[in-house]
């Protein structure tokens, strides 16, 4: 007996046992019903009772629905409870006997009598329900033991069985109902490889395995063959061609038929990858056609093959013509060339219109790897010596790079998945940026950059474009962006450039997080170039400095100052909430100090260049020190413009603009005692000392002016002596 069948009989077996048991529930049921009607049916008779004086009787009231004139009878005195045996329960088993022990003899009391008595559920009294004793509070009703005696009113019975009672039993455990029939069991792998309705495991492993034995048994015959000189060309190129129109025939024939789409989706897969090795074989093995006109041939024939996977909706025809030509194409050209290149990029462009409208996400991979794995092995393969081919190559590359990234923007659309459609499309961008290794330095720079400016367009003109796939292609243009940039500066006109494109990007990208997140990265990569050709050491010793290296300098000093306070901007305004104070000091902080050094690194610069490494250097650093000082007393001047409400500077409070002034002035002070008055000498130190000296007077005395005058405005103390009449 197999796995099924006993799997059967156990869900019969346990249905019956389910059936049996309330077939029993619904017989007591019934046999207590009937008992219950025929007491309700039965006429009222007083048991007989032994006579009893006049005066033991009590007189029953008259009922008001009685007429008068009508005799009444006479007062029948009240049964006394006499101790006798329990009575019988109620339940099924034989009929009624007559004998003194029945409850149907003729010395037992009728049916009517029981009504009114406790009734007994049809089951032993070791399965009743157990009722749990509860809290009555004083002078409430205590509750009713659902098996005990109740009350008769207006005829109804009363007991366990009457409307509203308790259930007789208590409910299973875990709160379930009566056992129902078990799972079904999981079928086995062999069940699953042999019975699956789409054809079988065992018949679809088969059919891919003779879909790759008979394409390379038709890679042979192109190729080997051709070598050994078995068969004419012609002769090999026509038996390719017949036998893949005979496999399509023979597919579309079997398709409509029970259980053959299996079978057809393998027969046509051969059929078509097929014909397009026949095509490859003559445009490149035996040139009986021009580049162009195979390339073009061998789109219509992928195009016009693939028809059928739409119209029977299977993604796997696909796959099974993209994989084998990817994978035995580069056979029929020897290896990987632009040739091979032109065939991929075909077979991706004609498989694309079969596939709007269906969410294939695996036939989009499959195309993308084709084209771009082929593409990057001839980047690796052509190192160096490309110079021929600049043309071609950059037409692949480029083409490649759109396509891939356009088609993705389309599917993405209606994908299931859009990430991955998303991030598929930009693994197509990959031999762009690995270009410079084929490519002259400044055609790879170009081309980069015109990639990523392509994207950049899509990202912002596709309003259809979901929001995931956006931030993706967002931030593929950003780094294509960056990597044109290193390719096309070197040396220091690198660190400019990245801290200009921190810039824009942290600008036009402000509202949204991964624009800001890139726009962060890059201005610290060009942070890091900065502090290459800027290093500490120069600003503390005199140095002698190149003229483009320190027009370097200048320029990405003051970017470098820009990019600071753009970004922290960019992150203070996407800020719903409102930054802490704690983030707004410590970012302040980090922001100062590289403001700092980037003024510095400017003004010294630029007293080297101008002045020469001896008054130049010292010039240099006095200038340094008052810039300090003025962007500290402009920090304290902001800070009683936000006291007297003129004017709110981005929503900065007081203190913390306070708390930078001051900062800033104790590190200018430090400075001008620590490093100028030991550095600089005659002309400049008394200038620095000077200049520093009064910048502090001004700023004392208007800070202190400003605080009196608010003081006065708001009624507060002011500087009138003692005693002196206002």
């Known amino acids: 007996m197999t796995e099924q069948n006993q799997a059967v009989i156990s869900r019969l077996s346990a249905e019956f046992n389910s059936l049996s048991s309330q077939f029993a529930r619904v017989s007591g049921d ?93 089951y032993p009294s070791w399965m009743q329900p157990a009722v749990a004793a509860r809290p009555v509070a004083p002078g409430a009703a205590r509750p009713v033991d659902p098996g005990a005696a109740r009350p008769v009113a207006s005829g109804r019975p009363v007991g366990p069985y009457a409307p509203g009672a308790a259930p007789l039993l208590p409910p299973p455990p875990g709160g379930r109902g009566p056992a129902g029939p078990p799972p079904p069991t999981k079928p086995s792998l062999w069940q699953r490889m042999t019975a699956d309705p789409g054809g079988g495991l065992i018949g679809k492993i088969l059919a891919v395995a003779g879909v790759a034995v008979t ?161 990057l092995a001839w980047i690796a393969a052509s190192a160096g010596h490309s110079e021929s081919h600049v043309v071609l190559a950059t037409t692949a590359i480029v083409g490649n790079g759109v396509f891939g990234v356009a088609t993705a923007a389309i599917l993405a659309r209606k994908s299931s998945l859009p990430q991955l459609t998303a991030l598929l499309g930009c693994a197509t961008v990959v031999p762009v940026v690995f270009s410079p290794i084929a490519l002259d330095r400044w055609v790879a720079a170009v081309i980069i950059g015109s990639v990523a400016a392509l994207i950049l367009a899509l990202v912002l003109f596709d309003r259809r474009l979901p929001s995931v796939p956006r931030r993706i292609y967002g931030a593929a243009s950003a780094v294509t962006a960056v990597i044109a940039a290193v390719v096309a500066f070197e040396g220091p006109v690198l660190a400019p450039v990245l801290l200009a494109m921190s810039i824009v990007i942290a600008v036009a990208g402000r509202s949204d997080l991964v624009a800001r997140v890139i726009a962060a990265l890059i201005g610290l990569f060009g942070g890091i170039g900065f502090l290459a050709i800027s290093p500490p050491n120069q600003l503390t010793v005199s140095t002698d400095i190149e003229t483009p290296v320190a027009a370097s300098i200048v320029v990405g000093s003051a970017l470098a100052v820009a990019a600071i306070w753009l970004n922290l901007w960019a992150w203070y305004r996407a800020s719903t909430d409102g930054p802490s104070a704690e983030n707004v000091q410590a970012f302040g902080i980090i922001a100062a100090l590289g403001s700092l050094y980037a003024v510095t690194a400017l003004t010294v610069t630029a007293g080297v260049a101008i002045g020469g490494t001896e008054g130049g250097f010292l010039g240099g650093h006095m200038a340094a020190t008052i810039c300090w000082m003025v962007v500290a007393a402009t920090l304290l001047i902001i800070s009683i413009s936000i006291a007297k409400g003129r004017r709110r500077f981005g929503g900065i409070s007081r203190n913390v603009a306070v708390g930078a002034g001051l900062g800033l002035t104790a590190a200018a002070v430090a400075k001008l005692f620590l ?38 405005a708001e009624g507060g103390p002011d500087n009138t002596p003692v005693g002196a009449q206002p």
């Open 30 to 122: 019934l046999t207590e019903l009937h008992t219950v009607l025929a007491a309700l049916e039965a006429p009222v008779s007083a048991p007989e009772t032994p006579e009893k004086p006049e005066s033991a009787t009590e007189p029953r009231p008259v009922s008001q629905s009685q007429p008068a004139s009508q005799p009444q009878p006479a007062p029948q005195p009240r049964p006394a409870p006499q101790a006798g045996p329990a009575p019988q329960q109620y339940g099924p088993g034989p009929g009624p006997q007559q004998g003194p022990g029945s409850p149907w003899s003729q010395g037992a009391p009728g049916p009517r009598a029981y009504v009114g008595q406790p009734q007994r559920a049809p």
């Open 215 to 375: 394409l390379i048994g038709v890679v042979m015959m192109l190729v080997l063959a051709a070598q050994a000189g078995i068969l004419r060309p012609e002769i090999r190129v026509a038996a390719g061609a017949v036998l893949a129109a005979v496999l399509v025939i023979v597919a579309v024939r079997m398709a409509d038929r029970p259980g053959g789409r299996v079978g057809a989706i393998a027969l046509s897969a051969t059929g078509i990858a097929a014909a397009y090795f026949d095509v490859v074989a003559v445009t490149r093995f035996y040139d009986w056609l021009p580049d162009y006109g195979g390339l073009l041939l061998a789109g219509l024939v992928t195009f016009g093959g693939l028809l059928l996977a739409r119209r029977w909706d299977s993604q796997h025809l696909g796959l099974l013509v993209l994989i084998p030509v990817f994978i035995l194409a580069p056979v029929l050209t020897e290896g990987p060339s632009l040739l091979l290149v032109g065939f991929m990029l075909a077979m991706a462009i004609g498989s694309f219109p079969v596939q709007l409208g269906k969410d294939w996400v695996l036939l989009h991979a499959a195309r993308v790897t084709a084209s771009t794995a082929t593409l």
């Open 675 to 712: 490093f100028d008055l030991a550095t600089l000498n005659g002309i400049f130190r008394v200038a620095v000392f000077i200049v520093v000296g009064l910048i502090l007077l001004a700023v004392g005395a208007g800070y202190a002016r400003a605080l009196g005058n608010s003081a006065a």
